[in-house]
Structures are given as C-alpha cells and as structure tokens.
C-alpha cells in the first residue's frame, strides 16, 4: 500500500538558487522560526551548502528499496529528503545512490538515518546531513511512500517545499512562502550587515539595540560585589 | 585474576593488507553483514584507514593499566582493540602509548571508550576510533584480561581476528573467515564498478535490479494525486 | 532579579599566555585531575586552542540575553563561559556576537548549549566550544547572571578563574592555583619528554614504570592457552 | 505574531469513546503504521489510558504562556497535546494547570518536554505522558500558537486530530480517518481472538500464518550442528 | 591526596524538616530557581520524599570506596551526596552500604551513577535518587575526598547544604538560605492554595493573573481561520 | 542464509532453579564479574525475576520473523533472548507471542529492543526486559539465526547459557560455569548474611574490612578545615 506520487508542484530554480545565497540561521528566522529540522542531522563534511525541492521518501526501518523508487522521479534541483518510519541507524545509502542521484540531477540529500561511503560521498562533493554514519546495509523488502508529505527530524515537508542546508542545519521552506521569505532574507541582511560593522568598530549590543531601560525593567541590577 | 593469554594465532599480513584494499562496507557486506561494531565508534580524523590482528584488552573503568601490559604482546600488524568492562568514556589512551605501540608496529587503537591528546595523535596520523575523546585520565589499579576473547562495541572479538575500520566504522572478520571473505569482496567490487557504470550513465536501480514487477507485488501503485 | 558583578578578580595575562603552551590533560593531571568540563562540550574545529580568564554568563533557555550583557564587562583576555539555567541546545551564538567579542579583545566561547553560524566562525577562527551546533535562534526576554559563580558542564567556574581549552575538551584552574599549577605541568612535561624517547626506542612501559611486580601482586597471570 | 485559532473542528465524542476500547498498537497498526508519536514520551503512571480531541499547543523553551491561552479553547474530551518549538526538558505543567484542565473537561496531557507535581498528577489520575519529568518551572514571556497544525514528537497534529494514548506510548488518528479506522480496528481484535486461543492452545505461529514455505524461500534452513 | 573533612557546618534538623512538608518544585521556585540537580536522577520508587543534610562524597569511576568512608562522618538527618569524578553507571551502592547507613541515621541517597539491589533498597523504603540501575559491581582502590564541595548533576553541593528529593527531582538549598527559602515557601503555598481553589472552580488563568493585555502586547492575536 | 540449529546443549533446570534464589548483582560477583547485559535493558514492571536456558534468536531491524521460528524451539524453562542485526526500538513482541511462549513453557523474554501491549504482558506476569517500550509494529519479511551464538546489550550469550535477570539488570552465566559459579554465589550470601548484621548493628565497613591502614597508604588523610 505504498504510492508513488507523480505530478508534485516545484519551486522555480531561480527562487531557490537565490535562497542558497543566505544562510540557514537567517532563512529560519525570516519565515518565522517554523521548519528546522532537529540538530541530530549532521553534515558528513564542512563547509556544505545545499538548497533545492524536496522529492520526498519514506523507508521502512532498514530497508532502502523506495529510494530506488525515489530516483526515477528526481528532476533536476531537487534534494532527496528521506525519513524511517521508525527510528533507525543503519547505512540507507552510499557512493553508488549518489551516483544514480547526480547523474538525474539531484544536488544533495537529507535523511534522519544512516549513510555509509562517506570517504567516497565526500571525495565526490555529494552534500549529506544524516542522523549517523553507518555501514549497516539494509534490504529491499518493503516499500515506503515517494512524494507523499513526511515528517523528516521533526519538521513537516511536502514534496515541492525547498529545503535548505548547511554547516548549521536543515530548513524547510513552504512552497507558498517563497517569495516572502526571499524578501524577509534580503532586509534581515541589509539589517546584519550594518549591525556587523558597528559592533566590529566595538559600540555594544545593549546600545545599538536599546536594551538598557528594558534590562533594568526587567529586574538587572549591577553590583560591585558578588552575590554569593 | 587477569590473564595474558601469549600463544594466539594471527593471520597472515599478506591477507591482511589485501583486505585493506576494500572498505568496512564492502567487507560487511561480503561476510553476510556480521561483525560490525556499534557505530558510536567514530574515527578522530579522516579519511581514515586501518586493517591488522586483533590484540585484545579489557580495561577497568577508568583504569588503563593492561594497555600497557597489552603493549608487549603487540606484533607488527597488530591493531589494539581495547573494551571497558563497564561502560566509561575517560581518556585511557594518548600520545605517549600511541608513541609505545608504533615503536612495536601497532597499526592504530579501536576503544569503546575515551581518547585524549588527539591533536597529537592526529599529527602523528595514528589512527583511531572511539567512543569519545575526553581529557579525563585513568589509574593503574586493576589489570584487566588481555588477548582473551572480548565484546567490543557490540561485536564479539577474539585474538587474531581481523580487524578493519574507515570512515564508516569498525568491521571484524574471523580469522577462519578470511579467505572465503576476500573472495567474496572482490566479486563484490566487480559487481559495483559495473552497477556504478550503467547509474552513472542515468540507468535507473529500478530497471538494472529488475525491480518493478516485485515493487508492485508487494503493493507499490503509482498515484498522479496526492493521498492526503 | 539577575546581576551582573563589575569588579571581579582576572588572572595576569602572562600567567595565562605561559599555561597557554600545555594541553588540557597535562593541565588537568597536574592539578590532580579536577576542573574538566564534561566532554560534550566539543570544539567547532580542529585543531584548537584557547586560554583565558573566565567571563561567565547565565542564560534563561532559549534567550542570549544576558550574552549581550556580558560583553559590556569584558576585557582582553577572557574566555566568555556561558551556561543555561535549565538544558537548551538552541543555537545562542552567532557571528554577530562573535564580531562583537573579537572588538572587545575576548578570545573564545564555550557554552554548554548550542551555537550557530559556525561556518563563519570557522573562517574567522573564533574557537568555540558547544554541545550543539543548532540554528534555532533565542529570544532577548529574561536576563541571568554576569560574572557571578556559575556551573558550566559538571564544573563549577567562578570570574577569574582561568579556562584552558584544546581539542581534547576544557579545563578550569582556580585563580588561586594557577602559580601551582603551571609549576606542575612544567614538571610533568620534562617528564614525559623523556617518557617519550624511551617508549619510542621500543622500552616497555611496564619496565619504564616498574610495573611487573605490582601487575603480579594485583593477580596478573601468564598462560600460554585461552581462558575460555 | 502567535495565532489562537479558535474555530477547529472536533471528533464526536461517542467515536472517540468506542475507538478508547483499543490500545495504541491495535490502532496504529489498523491505520497503516502512521501517526504515532516518538517512544520517548512515557507515561507517569501506569496502567494509563485516554482518548480524545487534540487540543494543540507551541510552547516557547522554557515558556508555558500558551498553556494558559490554550486552556480557554477547551472543551469537554479534549487532550492537550503541547510541543516546544526546540527541546527542552523544563516542566511546563504542574498541579495547578491540571486542576485548571480538569474544571474544563480535558482529559489528559501529551507534552514533547518535562513535567512536574508528578505525585500529585498520579493521586489525581490526571493521565500524563511526557519527555522528562523535571522540577524546573518556566516563564511567560512569549506566547506561540494554539489549535494550529504542529508536529509532536515526531507526529504531525491538527487541532480536531484524535488523540489516543495508553502504557506503549501515544498515536494520532486524523479526523477524516476515523470511522474507517474504527472498523479496522473491530476486524483486528476479532481476528487477534481467534488467534490468542490458538496459540494458548500451543499451536504454532508458524502453522496458523503459513509461514513454512516462505521461510524456506527466504532462504531459512535447520540444522543440527552450530553454524560456528 | 583525598581529604575528609571532619568539621563541618549542619543545619538545625528542626528547619529540614519542616521544609520537608514542601515539593522539589516549591522550594526551586522559592529561592529564585537555582540549585536543580539534573532531571538524569530518577528515584528508584515512587512516591518518595527525603530532606536532609548533605553528607558529600566524590568517588573514582568503578570504585565506590570512598562511601565507606563517608559512613563514619554521618549524623542522623544526614543525606548522602555521591558525584563520580568521571561519568559512570555502575552500581555503587546496594543493600549493604543500605543497612550500615540507617544504622547512622542517613536518610537517603543522591547518586549521579548507579546502584544496585533496588528490589531489596525499595523493600526497605530505603529512598535512593541515581542516574542508573546497574548490577555491576565497583572496586575498592581509589579513595575520594569526603565532605569537600562537590558538583552533583550539575548542582554545586556543600556539605551541610540542605538536599530535599522527591518524585520530580532533588534541590540544593544553601545552608545559609534556608530561613529565608522557607519563609517564601510558606507564602507560595498560600499563594498557590487560593489560585488552586479558582481554577477548581472554573476560572481561566488568563484572567486570575490578567495576562491578556500583555498577551496582546507580546503579539498573540486570534483567528477564526487556521493560519495554514 | 539464515539458520536454525535444533540440538543445542541445555543446562538442567535444577540448577538453573537454584541459582534463581539469587540476584543478578550476586552471581555477577560470583562469577567475576562477566556476562553482564548493558543497563539500557530495563524490566517492563517491578519485582521482577527469572531464570532459564537461553533460547537465542536474531531479528532483522523491524522485522520480527525469527520470533516465530523460535517458539518452535522452546522448550519449558527457556529465557527468549532476542537481539537486533542493528539497533532498533521497535515493538517486535507484544500478547500474543507471550501467548504462544507461555504455552509452550517458556518463563520470560530478553530484548535489545522495543516491545508493545506491557498492559497485557504485565497483567499476565509475564517478564520481559527490553530497551524501550514502543506501539511501532514489525514486518515478517527477514529470517534471522535463531539458536546460534549472539552478543545481546553486550554479552555474548549461546544457547544453553543460563539467564537470570531481576530488578537490577540481566546476567548470562555460561552453561560449564553454572556448578562453580552456584557455590560462589552459596559462600557470598553467607558472608553477606554475617555482614549485614553487623553492619546494621553499627559497625563500620572500614573495621569489619580492615580498610583504614590501606586507605592511609593510599593517601586519604583527615582534616579539621575544609580544602578550598
């Protein structure tokens, strides 16, 4: 009773390719603190960038057969954002995978599990935030939903939403919510840009932001002598 | 009434360093995926390599007196596979055993426990995979068994084992296993550059694996709506 | 009800720079292994080094008010020490305040909590050490203590006190003992160095630290057949 | 910018009673193996069981505000169901917030993070599942959302979502799916009677599902001698 | 170098137990929410409940001896405080150590490791707080300090603080607080004892604290449409 | 290539039902200290304890097939003990495979994983001890060994090896082991019976073991004033 989902909307390539440009602490904070997913997902190597669709996968618990499924529906830009149905450590994908994904286009891939061959993931550049590194094969015995909405590392991902990733995390962004968070990313950065150079220049936070009045109202009090 | 079993077997280095050739995923693979240590055990750098026999030794909880003791059993080739006999992550293992174990060709350390110095450790490249890297020392008060038949991060070990470990993690191979596990790899390998060939030209696992005719069997339906 | 202390002690800066020159498990050994911080606290890059004098910092979960706070009181040299009053790993830190440190003459971080923007921090060689790497940001409601006794990770850190911190985890030494200390680890490196030559000319550790009597008193045996 | 959404649609209770007659394992396996939350929520006491309409809740780390907004959108056979918007292990809810709950009918609590007053919670069979149970109590500085969509514990949420909870952890059935999952479920408890007096009889699973063959065709075989 | 320090401050018994008849959760509250050890010790039953003087014991990983020293330093009404000097789950203490310490009049036992015998401990109503329940055993090689200053759970502890336990965790009041840490008990409870009986009663907390102004102020607004 | 070994050693049940009058932190001192499972494993109620022959079983990551095929191998008096090729917390045994184990004598089940229905399990008084409790159902698709050599939580366990497990945890005594290690367990109960009562009269461990003149040569020493 798995299904395959085929006709899924998609983010315009340049909406997303202008995202990538910002960071994944600044994308989460423009749309509102909605859609990280949870710090358990590592980078298998740093510095790493990645933005693109989601083409969505589920796996049973170690069984990787529906990413097999997943890769005939990859289209070029998208990000492969795999989840076990149960909580699960084994190594989903490796060298191998990552060569059928970048020949059909797919520029990186998020999974709350395990990957194996990340010497030779790494040696190619293939992006990947996974729960674990792990050589544990898997089976092929039962097949996941492809495309269908998911919770992957507690967020909610539909296929066609973007996802972003780097050093810092994995964040999702709605399809319907693109172009406001593109305009919220660009004023967020035009705000730390000049914040950054007065406080390179030393002025502190408490004065360029005015926390003064508010601390003292909300009970700071200095003193010369410990408290203790 | 710790013992130092002297007369173990050890497998050929010729065998060994051909093992090497192939990765901890491959060899799991290829020994019907037994064997694998638990995947806390991470490397302390990478890319990371190391294939020898087994010299097996068990720690006392924060106590790493038979390290030293293990040391004079050691033989070129031999990789030091150490467990405590209850859970610990204090640093038993630094720079100046690592300087004693290549003075007597020790090829690298596998601990279910801590390691410290790894900055040295990594200038020196001397491998390692660990449960933690903690600063914390240890005492010399209770020996512990060495070259006796241990479990080590889940995987049971006995002297002259095989062990190999990369970025992906620890593998064990029975010394009796060794020929047949070899032979088993490189009809692996071949197996692969082949599959990776036809992904890499855009060939679909579906269609290479033969796939379709059991997704549908097992229930996989293709769906142009969404099923929510 | 939060307070910010203003005239706390600091070490003198050539004490610390001199400490600066040994690893944190020499310091922690010569000052009979107490002061380490629990050993996940783990650097964002390797390798890494930092010393200081102790800027502490108490913050409410989710909320880096009182960071902004702490740097008002800063001086070169410190290390900003940071802990939550209830566990967070929300990223607390970015580049900003980062930027805001460096002009204030802070060399480091360590926060038993999250941080965030670390590719940025990496490329400006900010040391930080954290429990997390999170992008989920804080909010700026609930001020908590500056420069009042804190403990960050099992240890207990008072202002002043110096923090050494390396690849290997973090240390604290009490203003007090820091004459001491650095005496100790003077010590206990001309003697590693010779520990050193001997166990890289292949003597053993058990003849080097007269071993083998004690080994056989505690019930250390030889067998040349396997105990199982 | 925190939305209370206050017209959501509800179950009718005499649904959600009758599907109170099965356990959350019967239920989750009778709506395909979807919708249950994360096996870290544990219940207070035991035996423990609930049913009822999800009344959601985001809270703030360390913020409990909403839980006072939330409990004014009550009604008769509502769970309040409260996810944080990142970890946290504070306890949120008490004795006081329960006897509120208890005045507006709701049935129970399923929380992503800590509580406390467990004594008094367990004396008032007030049914509680949680992460931690923790003494730290919380502010309230700022309000997020009530009776929208969240993910909790790794399960998605609607408000009007059915919520079912017993001693093996807790599962959500979506509104729309409820009568369909009723009857699944009525269809596997006849069929687990059948089964349950068969099996006390001593007749072997592997006799009554008709496992033989398949098992002999995954390549399962009997043999007398140890495989080692 | 361990140090048993044999004079040491107590509190007068009289005040312990009458801050005995209040929670965990009160008393944290009450004095400005500090001194929480870690929710990672977990009582061994429940309900359960202790006050009593710290009696404060560090012990080496695997190596309990030094709780028997600290049996000779108990009065009656003393609770013993055990912290490990690195992480470790074995099982320090059992029926034993149990017996000779209510043959001394202590009343219970933090630990932050392991302990052991917990059906025989529970038959004695014995009450014991630990991170683990573990059936290995420890050595005797190693003593610790006695009656030093400790860190426990991330709690600093002094001997003669006061340590009160129950089933949602154990807090550290310090000796010199306890007047006035009991008087602000008393004035929550009271507090407490009319909002319980409003709330009973039916009233929202949004209006018993008038959180709707400043509700609207930080942002919350209401919706008759779902914001999804 | 999974495999059912049918004649495998047991160890008589006499024996095993002596040594079930002891608890599992006795017979692991008794036995030095060995064949202990990891603490993860809790009991699913309290009391709790049972003894028998070990029937061994391997199941696949979700997948609880070899279950099945091991009640065929029961025999009364057997322990399930049950281990995952990878580690998983799904439920794989819940009433009805207790069911089918009881009817065919078996006293109890040992998991390195999840199980469902403890309602149902504990009402029956059937002991299981496990990693977690968890709704998530398995699938039947991947034999596993059952009655081979296996590492469960840790130890090594054949069949034929007699478990004991209680409130405390799980030990496995090797079947040639059981005669010698039944008297060891004898002589430590008697010399604990002469203990307890002495040390509930008062004594102090450091007379009734001669403790004071080691601990002075090991360096505890006795001060007046605190150290810090």
Request: charged share 25%; glycine share 8%.
């Amino acid at each position: 009773m798995a299904v395959v989902v085929r006709r899924t909307p998609r983010c315009d390539l340049e909406l997303i390719n202008e995202i990538s440009s910002f960071g994944v602490a600044t994308i989460h904070e423009a749309q509102g603190r909605r859609g990280l997913m949870a710090s358990r997902l590592r980078p298998i190597y740093r510095p790493i960038h990645v933005a693109g669709n989601a083409l969505t996968c589920e796996v049973a618990p170690g069984d990787n057969w529906s990413i097999h499924v997943a890769v005939e529906q990859a289209q070029p830009g998208d990000v492969l954002v795999v989840t076990p149905t149960s909580p699960c450590d084994d190594g989903y994908f490796g060298e191998l995978l990552a060569t059928s994904l970048v020949a059909h286009g797919v520029r990186g891939l998020i999974i709350d599990a395990g990957v194996r061959d990340v010497a030779a993931l790494t040696a190619m550049s293939f992006p990947v935030w996974s729960k674990t590194i792990c050589a544990q094969g898997t089976v092929k015995e039962t097949p996941g939903n492809v495309q269908g909405p998911i919770v992957c590392a507690g967020a909610a991902v539909r296929p066609g939403d973007v996802v972003v990733a780097d050093d810092d995390g994995v964040v999702v962004v709605r399809l319907e919510d693109m172009v406001a968070v593109l305009e919220s990313c660009r004023q967020r950065e035009r705000n730390e840009d000049e914040k950054r150079s007065r406080l390179a220049a030393g002025e502190l936070g408490l004065d360029i932001y005015n926390m003064r009045d508010r601390l003292t109202e909300r009970g700071l009090r200095y003193s010369d002598e410990s408290p203790e």
